[in-house]
């Protein structure tokens, strides 16, 4: 049975990813948009992960495993090759995208969730491997090499800042920890607990508090993950599951949520060349447009042999 409460909360994280690439309130409140863009907004992604992982037992045979990596990696070159117009005005990016395998700016959880997802198939059967443990050391590792730049002195670190993004921003670091921790939560039936979401939220806004002042000064405090989204985040899904909306169009809004995230950089891209470039208007403008977009994407999507959403 489809859970609504899930659909519409993926929307909402949707509209919280056009707030990062908005830098949504940077130009109003500097620690406002802190806690937001590094905060609050960067639990979207390792959520959309862990919502795969969570189903991920569905899939019970490598031809089960290979369908469902054949649609997402149809999807990722679809929309890489949506974006190349605009990627191709930024060169270095896209070697650097390449070396690392990434794709373009939003789509780089796509590809790392097929490799994460392949290696999770092949080792979940295995004990050592279906517990907390292992998905939390991998991804504390992740949160090391990014606090190990984000917080250098050195000046070579801090230019290969954006490619040592890709280096922690992975299949490995952050795709293999938010699928496992999602598959153990289905395969343990955890229910959610709103004391201690509750708290969850404080040792998050705790950690961000501190790369709030510790961070400034620094060039490129930029903060995809923190040690707490960990916690957070498992937390927050099983309590959004717990919720019974009656609403029977959740399919839909699944749809709509990822026509929003896949379209909106491109939308976005339109809005900053006529030189848009106030971050609330660009935010809601982005978002409205995204929505509108996603009907006619929703209609082609529909009507193709291999899926774009």
């Known amino acids: 049975m489809r ?7 993926k929307l909402i994280l949707s509209f919280f990813v056009i707030g990062i690439h908005c830098n949504f ?10 806690y937001l863009n590094e905060g609050l907004f960067r639990i979207a992604v390792p959520f959309f992960i862990l919502v795969t992982g969570y189903y991920f037992d569905r899939i019970q045979t490598p031809k089960q495993l290979f369908n469902w990596a054949l649609r997402i990696f149809i999807l990722f070159i679809f929309w890489t090759l949506v974006y190349f117009p605009i990627w191709n005005k930024e060169p270095k990016l896209i070697i650097k995208a390449i070396l690392a ?6 789509l780089w959880y796509v590809i790392h969730m097929i490799v994460a997802g392949v290696i999770f198939y092949y080792i979940k059967k295995y004990k050592f491997f279906n517990n907390l443990f292992f998905p939390i050391l991998l991804f504390s590792l992740g949160c090391i090499i990014q606090y190990s730049c984000t917080y250098s002195h050195n000046e070579t670190i801090h230019k290969f800042f954006r490619f040592a993004m890709m280096v922690y921003r992975n299949f490995l670091f952050v795709g293999l920890p938010f699928l496992m921790i999602g598959y153990y939560l289905k ?11 509750l708290l969850s939220f404080l040792l998050y806004f705790s950690e961000v508090s501190v ?6 000064g620094y060039p490129n405090p930029i903060f995809d993950i923190s040690f707490t989204l960990i916690i957070i985040t498992p937390l927050l899904f099983l309590s959004i599951k717990q ?3 009656p ?8 749809l709509v949520a990822s026509a929003v995230y896949f379209s909106h950089l491109w939308i976005l891209n339109f809005l900053t060349s006529f030189g848009i470039q106030d ?12 929505v509108l977009l996603s009907f006619p994407i929703i209609y082609v999507n529909s009507k193709l042999p291999y899926k774009i959403l």
């Open 211 to 216: 790369n709030y002042m510790l961070s400034r």
């Open 247 to 254: 609403f029977n169009k959740g399919k839909q809004i699944a």
């Open 243 to 245: 919720l019974q909306i």
């Open 25 to 34: 309130l940077s130009d109003y409140n500097e620690s406002t948009s802190f």
């Open 279 to 290: 971050s609330i208007h660009k935010w809601l403008i982005t978002c409205l447009l995204s």
């Open 3 to 9: 859970n609504a409460s899930l659909d519409i909360f």
């Open 101 to 106: 395998g990434n794709g373009y700016a939003h």
């Open 187 to 197: 395969q343990n039936k955890s229910k959610g607990n709103w004391k201690l979401l």
